[in-house]
């Protein structure tokens, strides 16, 4: 899984010469809503009659909105036509696989493979995940084996 999302990820950062997923949405024609959305969902993506949107929660951070952009954008690049939302209502799918994806395809866009070393050696992932603004979790899935 690691390596298919990371040259996934890889192709992509080349082809559009950015790793803004915001950016890369729009240059992908995904159009990205802000919307009130539920204290409890902070976005979700969907597939409806050849339109990708990217929903995300509208009270959010700037930067988690682009951590939460960056995760829907890999549902829409990995799994761009699963319908979730039906998965999740109607049937005993489990869905961890794909939720599991688009972390890790979030974590290998907005944490390049040299960020880590930028810090001085003494700093451990959960400082640089704090100076950084990004989740400790999108570290550990990048960097712990």
């Not at 729009?26 to 009130?36: A, E, G, Q, R």
């Not at 979700?44 to 949107?53: F, G, P, T």
């Not at 950084?132 to 990048?142: M, Q, S």
Request: proline share 3%; hydrophobic share 40%; charged share 30%.
């Amino acid at each position: 899984m690691k390596n298919y999302i990371k040259e996934k990820v890889d192709k992509l950062i080349k082809k559009f010469k950015t790793d803004d997923p915001f950016e890369l949405a729009k240059l992908l024609k995904i159009k990205v809503v802000y919307w009130p959305l539920h204290e409890e969902v902070n976005g979700l993506y969907q597939y409806e009659k050849r339109v990708k949107l990217i929903y995300i929660n509208s009270s959010l951070s700037y930067l988690m909105q682009r951590v939460v952009c960056a995760h829907e954008l890999g549902h829409a690049i990995l799994h761009p036509k699963l319908n979730r939302t039906f998965l999740k209502k109607y049937t005993f799918f489990n869905l961890n696989k794909y939720e599991n994806e688009a972390n890790k395809f979030a974590s290998e866009l907005l944490i390049s493979d040299d960020l880590v070393k930028e810090y001085p050696s003494y700093f451990n992932l959960e400082q640089i995940s704090i100076s950084e603004g990004l989740p400790i979790e999108l570290f550990k899935l990048k960097y712990e084996k």
